[in-house]
Structures are given as C-alpha cells and as structure tokens.
C-alpha cells in the first residue's frame, strides 16, 4: 500500500508547478517590461491544507530582455517521496508575449532525475534534449514538429502581459489561452476571468486578477491515463496574478489546482526586490471581491 501511495504521491508532486515548473497555469508577457532590480518571490507549497515543499522564483527584465530562475524543494510530508527541482529561462520581449530563446529544466524525485535542454529562435522550438529520453507508450498523442511552432516554455508562460492602455488589474487581462511546450507535450493553458481580490503580503499590499485556468492537451499526452483525463475535465484551478512595479507585467502570486490526491496551492509568502519596494497599485475599482 505504501509503495502505491508513494507512487501516486510522485506521479501528482512531479506535475506541480514549484517542483517542475511545468505546471499547467501560465501565461505570456508585454513589450514595456523596463524593470531593473531583480523580484524575488518566496512561495510555500500545500497539498490537502499540509505544506510539502518551498521554491523561489527571481525575475529580472531590463529593456526588452527578460530572465527568470525558479527552484523548488520537497519538505515535511513531501519529503517521504524526496525531490527538488530547478528551471531557467531567458529571451526578448515581444508585443504580446515572451519570445523565449532557452529554457533548462531539472527534476529529482526518489524515482529518478531527468533534465532538459531546450533551444527556441522566433518562437519556434529548434532543438529539445530529454535525458532519459520520455518513454514511448502506445496511448501517447503523437508529437510532430508542428506542435513545436508558436510556443511558450512553462516558465516564461508564468509572465502575464498588460496591454500599454488600462489598469495592471484589469478584468481583459484573464482572458487570453497560452500555448505552452514542455520538452514533451504540447498543451493550451485557457485563462478567464473569475474575480478580483485584495490582499497583504510581505513586500506587496493591494489588488490581485483572479483567473480560471483550464487545460487542454494538444500532443504528447497519453490520452487514455486517468490523470490526462482528470485534468481535462478539472474546472477547479486559478491563478491569482499581482502586478510587478516598474513593468507592465503579472506575476502568480497564488496557483491552485485541485490533484486526484487533493487540491495542491502554490502561494507566495514573500514579494519583494533587490531595490526598491513594490508600490501598490491604487484607485483601481475591485469589480469582483470573490473569486468563482
């Protein structure tokens, strides 16, 4: 029984966003990122209300040339499975969403450790090094190299942009659905609106989107796994997006995605830069004080 709970444990840990930063949640980026000082975010992972694990993300954009690096660890009840994971990626910004030109990925877990290497030029995935290699299963969707065209790695998908007119918080910027390649599978990330909230935490105070996440799988997946199919029909997940001083851009500060094992949360305890402290946005009107 142990050895099955352990599995399901590492089948449900390995897709989290801190641990893989493949999660199924994240968005895109805007062409007025001038931001100097570098945002570092501290986040907790919880799973059924028990924290497992912690990560930090820090992020730099300066003219139009972006970076972010995120690493994550199990703790406490997570760690009985092990694992800690770490990815980069780095590109220009584009008018409508990041124009990615590498990402790196590395996951341990107590099953394993896999790593990937993945060159993109104009958007298009032009090299991919999985080692081990992903294994090959009959269910699996076949990939073709179209699947690899017009695509955003799962890091840089978790910059949101906001368009040069309207508020960092406005409704409009929920809406939008994100192609995302992982290394293995293609998948679309479908955002809506779904509220706006007010919060405070150590280093930001004030307005957070609230967004409907849905996942779509395009190839790659293994269309008959009951985790493939259980994510696809899941209309419990949202991302709570808050807005980065000195940049026209969001950032999740809370990811929530109910798992067959229990809903896993993804929440930053700490929003702060290596600089000058985040200035709430003001006067904006909350249209929605609850999410959906």
Not at 16 to 32: G, I, K, Q
Not at 107 to 120: C, I, K
Request: net charge positive.
């Amino acid at each position: 029984m142990r050895r099955g709970l352990n599995s399901g444990w590492r089948r449900t840990l390995a897709r989290t966003p801190l641990v893989t930063a493949a999660a199924s949640t994240w968005l895109s980026l805007s062409a007025a990122a001038t931001l100097a000082a570098p945002l570092n975010v501290d986040y907790g992972l919880w799973l059924s209300g028990l924290r497992i694990g912690s990560g930090e993300l820090s992020g730099s954009f300066e003219g139009s040339q972006y970076r972010l690096e995120l690493r994550g660890r199990l703790s406490g009840l997570g760690a009985l499975v092990g694992g800690d994971g770490s990815a980069t990626a780095a590109g220009s910004v584009t008018s409508a969403r990041p124009t990615p030109a590498a990402f790196t990925a590395r996951v341990r877990t107590s099953a394993g450790e896999r790593s990937l290497r993945m060159g993109v030029a104009g958007g298009n995935v032009v090299a991919v090094q999985v080692d081990p290699p992903l294994e090959d299963r009959p269910d699996r969707v076949p990939l073709s190299e179209v699947h690899k065209r017009a695509v955003i790695d799962p890091l840089s998908a978790m910059i949101a942009p906001v368009p040069a007119r309207g508020g960092l918080t406005d409704p409009a910027n929920c809406n939008r659905s994100v192609p995302v390649f992982d290394g293995g599978t293609r998948f679309d990330v479908v955002l809506s609106y779904g509220g706006t909230r007010l919060i405070e935490k150590a280093g930001y105070s004030g307005p957070v989107l609230v967004c409907n996440v849905r996942y779509v799988p395009i190839a790659g997946h293994r269309m008959h796994r009951p985790a493939t199919q259980f994510m696809q029909e899941n209309r419990d997940m949202s991302v709570w997006l808050a807005p980065v001083e000195g940049a026209r851009v969001l950032l999740p500060f809370r990811i929530s995605i109910r798992t067959m094992i229990g809903t896993s949360v993804v929440e930053a305890t700490r929003w702060g830069y290596d600089g000058p402290q985040i200035v709430p946005t003001s006067g904006q009107r909350l249209r929605n004080s609850k999410p959906q």
